[in-house]
């Protein structure tokens, strides 16, 4: 119950298309979905994060949606670049608890 | 403003041997942890400091895996022995305060990857 579910497992994309990683999860006391962002050799940073009480959160290119009901969410990377080739974690939180990662998407995005 | 420190950045050990870690958080960060991240996984919390005390080591293997935080600030992960299933990414993170009191940011080193023959 305490896992997080992500696929694809990896995804290949040309320059300018909308790469889409969904992410599903079963405790229904996660309340905080962090995306998080990991290029070769670094640390995962912070990308985006949504709380379950709106449906979809834009910062930029990217886009949070969430399906409270369906216990799923999923990122969207709008006009994706080369640039955003990388690694992408999602998380899930509940209070008083520690964070839960999926498994990770490893997106290549070719120019 | 400086990021998580780690060192060293690789390190290729012998099974049965021993090895350490030091991380150094971002200045004023009360929490920190440490995270094992094996190739095509996501990173799976060891154990979680508030300040200088632990707070959760529930998936720390104690048999072989130490670590500590002395004055709140620097921390060390040791595995004595090691066996060839930790060989992995091992990161350093830290935040204002623990997440389950506030969802303050989590900001990652860029880990050491722990090679074990």
């Known amino acids: 119950q305490q896992q997080v579910k992500q696929s694809p497992q990896s995804l290949i994309v040309q320059k300018g298309g909308i790469p889409i990683i969904n992410c599903a999860y079963e405790?229904?006391?996660?309340?905080?979905f962090p995306w998080y962002q990991q290029f070769p050799g670094k640390g995962p940073a912070l990308l985006i994060a949504?709380?379950?009480?709106?449906s979809e959160k834009k910062e930029g290119r990217f886009t949070i949606s969430f399906n409270k009901s369906a216990k799923q969410f999923s990122l969207h990377i709008m006009d994706s670049q080369p640039g955003d080739s990388a690694t992408y974690f999602c998380?899930?939180?509940?209070?008083?608890?520690?964070?839960?990662f999926g498994p990770g998407t490893r997106l290549s995005v070719l120019p | 403003e400086a990021g998580v420190a780690q060192s060293p950045r690789y390190k290729i050990i012998e099974k049965r041997q021993s090895v350490a870690f030091w991380c150094n958080p971002i200045?004023?960060?009360?929490?920190l942890y440490w995270y094992q991240q094996i190739l095509g996984q996501g990173p799976k919390l060891l154990i979680q400091?508030?300040?200088?005390?632990?707070?959760?080591d529930s998936q720390l293997p104690k048999d072989r895996f130490s670590a500590e935080r002395l004055k709140g600030v620097d921390s060390t992960l040791k595995i004595q022995p090691a066996k060839l299933e930790d060989s992995a990414v091992y990161l350093c993170?830290?935040?204002?305060?623990?997440?389950?009191?506030?969802?303050?940011?989590?900001?990652f080193g860029p880990g050491t990857r722990l090679t074990v023959l």
């Open positions: 998380a899930a939180l509940a209070y008083g608890q520690n964070f839960v």
């Open positions: 200045s004023g960060h009360a929490t």
């Open positions: 993170a830290s935040s204002l305060s623990s997440p389950g009191l506030a969802r303050n940011e989590q900001f």
């Open positions: 949504i709380r379950p009480d709106v």
């Open positions: 400091f508030q300040n200088n005390g632990v707070v959760d």
């Open positions: 405790n229904t006391a996660f309340d905080y």
